[in-house]
């Protein structure tokens, strides 16, 4: 079954950092695109940014360019999604999902910064 | 940047209803679409994949028509279990992608 599992919730002060993760099972972890979406507290779905495991490369929607770093690590089929300065407006729940057209997801992470 | 636009934003509508949603492209995107079903709490679900294949395990009321810059979701018989947001989204800008703003369905 393939299937993604991301770390747990996370409470923040703003200007930390943080690093949050998806795992990958069931499948080549390196042959498929895994991308990160953001979901604000109700709002929709906010395309971030994608990675190609196998060889890094990493794409940015023009939204959260310089804003978040995405990379992986494929020795042990994960993705991670970081920041360097939390501010509160990063409060959402952030998903992970195999490949452009995004199936399976993660379980989701919610992560929270507040003073 | 390829905008996606959905409508109605939301709707009621009576357990039995046919409920058709629509997704439109800013420019023409072939069939490079999917559709999404997200419970509140719970992650997305894939429902249609390449605008009109429905993903296996998914009732067969749920159907995806369109392509270029037009597309439709399509429940021929809504359920109470059917009550969600849908959200389009468009993977043609490879690996780029965009999702549409959502649909929010209630049961009356």
């Known amino acids: 079954e393939v299937q993604l599992v991301q770390s747990g919730a996370e409470v923040k002060k703003p200007g930390e950092s943080l690093k949050i993760s998806c795992k990958g099972s069931g499948y080549d972890f390196t042959s498929y695109w895994i991308g990160w979406v953001r979901q604000m507290p109700g709002k929709g779905l906010e395309w971030m940014g994608i990675?190609?495991?196998?060889?890094?490369?990493?794409r940015y929607s023009p939204s959260f360019q310089g804003q978040v770093t995405i990379s992986a690590d494929k020795s042990i089929s994960t993705a991670y999604l970081q920041w360097t300065s939390l501010k509160a407006s990063d409060t959402a729940m952030y998903y992970c999902?195999?490949?452009?057209?995004?199936?399976?997801w993660g379980q989701g992470t919610l992560v929270t910064v507040s003073s | 940047d390829i905008q996606m636009t959905q409508s109605p934003s939301s709707l009621s509508a009576s357990v039995g209803d046919r409920v058709t949603i629509t997704c439109r492209a800013s420019q023409g995107i072939r069939s490079d679409l999917g559709w999404y079903q997200q419970k509140p709490g719970k992650a997305p679900k894939r429902l249609i994949y390449?605008?009109?294949s429905l993903q296996s395990g998914v009732p067969s009321r749920f159907s995806g028509s369109g392509s270029g810059t037009e597309f439709t979701l399509t429940i021929s018989s809504l359920q109470p279990e059917d009550s969600a947001t849908y959200y389009c989204l468009q993977h043609n800008s490879y690996p780029l992608g965009t999702f549409g703003p959502g649909t929010k369905v209630d049961i009356k």
């Open positions: 390449a605008a009109s």
């Open positions: 990675i190609f495991p196998g060889d890094s490369d990493t």
């Open positions: 999902a195999r490949h452009v057209d995004m199936d399976p």
